[in-house]
């Protein structure tokens, strides 16, 4: 619990085995009331391992539904769990685990509705093994995306973020792709809907055993993430109506 909030921790996993032990250990149990792991039906044992370490709920998807698919099941289970403030954390280690207690008392401060852990905050992102062509991608598509949404954050591509309960529940992120770009399309719902961002430093960790997209779906994302920041403005200028931005879209309750 913080400030009698009921925090709810939430991995999206796909072939974690090899780091899921270290990300849950460094997690703050003093304060996490539960974790939900959601299997993207990994081909290794990251099931098993998340039993036998007692995770909260685990869940395994029986078909591959995408990383963004991941996380629709990730926060439904959260809310259904009775979360007052979710926190996702990959379970691939490339993110500190350590963090998720201060990017938790930021959102039960009340003054943020979202709060992203920034790989550029801090200055060291190369430091800390982000390939080249990734970090030029980064800041080349954050100055864009900031650009079209009259934003100033300084990353829309962690995948380190907290959230109220309240912010879960009115997002349509079922209209949200099952793919990577649904990171981005959070964020970019977010800003239409007036909800307030804040961001916190986060050391870059690029290692072999960490999960990360490849040259050619990072393309793929970069064009995708481009998309939904064009989508937006056009929408703000009523030349177009982009679904996911639909204020009577799916949400996570309707089921």
């Not at 959601?38 to 098993?48: I, L, Q």
């Not at 539904?65 to 280690?93: F, R, S």
């Not at 916190?200 to 920041?229: D, H, Q, W």
Request: aromatic share 10%; charged share 20%; with cysteine.
């Amino acid at each position: 619990m913080i400030n009698g909030k009921k925090l709810v921790v939430v991995m999206p996993a796909y072939n974690a085995e090899r780091t899921l032990v270290h990300t849950y250990q460094e997690l703050p149990h003093e304060i996490v009331d539960a974790v939900v792991l959601v299997d993207d039906d990994s081909a290794d044992d990251t099931v098993a391992l998340a039993e036998q370490l007692g995770i909260t709920r685990v869940i395994r998807h029986d078909h591959n539904l995408g990383y963004g698919g991941n996380q629709k099941t990730c926060y439904a289970t959260a809310l259904e769990e009775g979360a007052d403030i979710v926190v996702m954390v990959h379970p691939d280690y490339q993110y500190s685990p350590k963090l998720c207690g201060a990017m938790a008392w930021m959102i039960a401060s009340g003054e943020y509705d979202m709060v992203l852990g920034s790989r550029i905050l801090g200055g060291k992102t190369r430091q800390g093994g982000m390939p080249l062509y990734k970090y030029v991608a980064n800041r080349l598509l954050t100055a864009a995306q900031n650009a079209l949404l009259g934003s100033k954050l300084s990353e829309f591509h962690t995948g380190y973020r907290a959230f109220t309960r309240a912010l879960l529940e009115a997002l349509p992120l079922r209209e949200n792709s099952d793919d990577f770009v649904f990171d981005n399309q959070m964020i970019v719902q977010a800003v239409h809907f007036d909800y307030r961002i804040g961001e916190i430093s986060c050391p870059t960790r690029y290692m072999p055993e960490a999960s990360s997209i490849n040259f050619r779906r990072s393309v793929k994302y970069g064009f995708g993430v481009l998309g939904s920041s064009l989508a937006y403005r056009l929408h703000h200028l009523g030349l177009a109506k982009a679904g996911f931005l639909a204020g009577a879209g799916r949400r996570l309750a309707d089921r």
